[in-house]
């Protein structure tokens, strides 16, 4: 099953500007991530908020959580083409469980 | 960070063959372990949990007699896919947290199946 359904689903941008993911889940959760995949390989973690944490920051990278609306956002600032990749949200339900992943966010990045 | 790997990073086999893809975490003992899988263009979809020294639990709609998993030992779980068929090729990805510390996971690079 899948928790979380980003959107929109893909975006296009030139480098430099912003880009913005947003990603919804159902239930209550405890922690809340962010991936990047690059096609065809592995997972990138890029950052973690808590259930009861509302903005944290990474570099160009600015996660929030709004667990009243269930949902989440990734702003990429100043973005470059080597951002171009799928981003997906993942949630865990309680501690040690499996994470549940959204359908992704792909984002191409032009020069 | 912790590492996990997976080997092989690639496999092409035949129509009806079995095929084994290991998971191994590097630097930490794991009792769980979680088994996806992602099909083209899609996002990863939990396959099974993996519990050593007990039987996996298998997510609805995943043939428990299909994808075997064995988790024998804290730093290592096998996925076997058995009587492989065009439908399975996909890529198999496995993820594992360090045992007693339920903050994150740490996920494996991933093997890309191709039944022919």
């Known amino acids: 099953s899948q928790q979380g359904e980003e959107d929109p689903q893909a975006l296009s941008i030139q480098e430099g500007e912003n880009a913005t993911m947003n990603c919804s889940y159902k239930?209550?959760?405890?922690?809340l991530q962010w991936y990047r995949q690059n096609s065809g390989r592995g997972l990138v973690h890029l950052i973690l908020i808590r259930s009861n944490e509302r903005e944290k920051h990474s570099g160009r990278l600015r996660v929030t959580l709004d667990t009243s609306k269930k949902s989440s956002s990734l702003l990429i600032t100043a973005s470059r083409a080597a951002d171009t990749a799928s981003y997906f949200c993942?949630?865990?339900?309680?501690?040690?469980?499996?994470?549940?992943f959204g359908k992704g966010t792909t984002l191409s990045v032009s020069s | 960070g912790a590492v996990v790997s997976q080997h092989p990073s690639r496999v092409i086999c035949k129509s009806g063959t079995s095929v084994k893809i290991e998971c191994r975490s590097l630097?930490?003992?794991?009792?769980?372990m979680f088994w996806y899988r992602q099909f083209p263009k899609q996002s990863l979809m939990l396959m099974a949990t993996?519990?050593?020294?007990?039987?996996?639990?298998?997510e609805q709609g995943v043939e428990k007699d299909k994808f075997l998993i064995n988790h024998a030992s804290l730093t290592l779980s096998t996925l076997t896919v058995t009587s492989a068929h065009p439908e399975d090729s996909s890529f198999y990805i496995c993820?594992?947290?360090?045992?007693?510390?339920?903050?994150?996971?740490?996920f494996g690079p991933g093997t890309r199946l191709l039944v022919l």
């Open positions: 993942a949630t865990d339900l309680t501690a040690g469980t499996a994470l549940i």
């Open positions: 239930t209550s959760i405890n922690n």
């Open positions: 630097d930490f003992q794991a009792t769980t």
């Open positions: 993996s519990n050593e020294g007990s039987k996996a639990t298998y």
């Open positions: 993820s594992a947290g360090p045992s007693g510390y339920q903050e994150t996971q740490y």
